[in-house]
C-alpha cells in the first residue's frame, strides 16, 4: 500500500488525552506494541482532527478535499531491527468522508468507520461531538483556549507534554486483518500546541468497563492545534504474530 505523499492543512486538531493503568493497557495492547509510558502511566486518548486541501503533491490545491475525523489511539513503543521505534496505535479510526471510507485499508492506510460530526468552534470555545453509522462509537467533547495544563495532569508543562506528542507522529492502525496494522506517518511543517480547558468530556470507547475496570482510566489533558501544514507518508505495515495452534 505505497500511495504518493498527500499534503494539506490541519485545521484543527484536538488531542483529548487519558491516563491509563499501565498493566490495562497492556492487556488492550495487540503485539508488538507495548505502552509508552510517562511517570508509570500509559497513555491514551482521541485525536480530533479537520483536514483541509488534502491533495496529493503532483495535484494543484483546487484537487483539495476536507473532512472531520477521529482516531483512538495509544501511545505505544515497539522494536524492529533490535531498535525502540515510539509512535500510536489507533485501534478505531472514524470520519464524515464517505472516500476515506472507501479508500481507507484499501488505497490509503487505516479503516475508516463513516460518522456524522456535529462541530460548533470560535476563537476561543470548541464543541465537537459524533456518532458513528454502526453505533459503536460515541464522542462529544466541549472545552475553550486557555494558558494553563490541567492541575492535575501528569505533564507539568505544555513543553513536557508538546515533547510527548510530538514523538507520536507514526501511527499503525487496526484491520479487518487482527495481525495486521496499517502504517501512516504524520510530517508537520511546524509544530505548535496549546492547552484546552475541557468542560465535558465523553467517549464510549474510554467508557467501556469492560476494556477499562472502574478506576484504571482518568481524564488528563486536552490540546490544540490549528493552521498546521503537513504532509502524510505511508509506512510499510506492521504484523503481529498469530497464536500457535496446537
Known amino acids: 500500500m505505497r500511495l504518493p505523499t498527500l499534503q494539506g492543512v490541519i485545521d484543527r486538531r484536538i488531542l483529548v488525552n487519558y491516563r491509563v493503568d499501565a498493566d490495562v493497557a497492556v492487556q488492550l495492547l495487540p503485539a508488538p506494541f507495548r505502552p509508552k509510558l510517562i511517570k508509570g502511566w500509559a497513555m491514551a486518548g482521541i485525536c480530533l482532527i479537520r483536514l483541509k486541501q488534502i491533495h496529493p503533491t503532483f495535484l494543484p490545491l483546487a484537487a483539495g478535499i476536507e473532512s472531520e475525523n477521529a482516531a ?39 479503516e475508516h468507520h463513516h460518522a456524522r460530526f456535529n462541530v460548533e468552534e470560535t476563537d476561543e470555545n470548541l464543541r465537537v461531538a459524533f456518532e458513528s453509522d454502526d453505533g459503536q462509537t460515541t464522542v462529544e467533547v466541549v472545552a475553550r483556549c486557555t494558558e494553563h495544563m490541567a492541575a492535575d495532569s501528569v505533564f507539568t508543562s505544555i513543553d513536557e507534554a508538546s515533547r510527548f506528542f510530538k514523538a507520536g507522529s507514526l501511527g499503525y492502525s487496526a484491520t479487518h486483518d487482527p495481525y495486521r496494522y496499517d502504517g501512516l506517518e504524520l510530517r508537520c511543517n511546524t509544530w505548535s500546541i496549546q492547552p484546552l480547558a475541557v468542560e465535558m ?24 492545534m490549528r493552521g498546521i501544514k503537513h504532509e502524510w507518508h505511508t509506512r510499510e505495515a506492521l504484523y503481529g504474530e498469530e497464536p500457535v495452534k496446537s
Open 72 to 110: 483512538h489511539r495509544f501511545a505505544v513503543e515497539w522494536d524492529f531491527d533490535g531498535r525502540r521505534q515510539e509512535g500510536v496505535f489507533i485501534p478505531r479510526r472514524d470520519t464524515n468522508s464517505r472516500l476515506n471510507t472507501l479508500v481507507g485499508g484499501r488505497l490509503f492506510p487505516g
Open 201 to 224: 468530556v465523553h467517549s464510549s470507547y474510554f467508557e467501556n468497563e469492560t476494556k477499562f475496570p472502574i478506576g484504571s482510566i482518568k481524564f488528563d489533558c486536552a490540546l490544540l
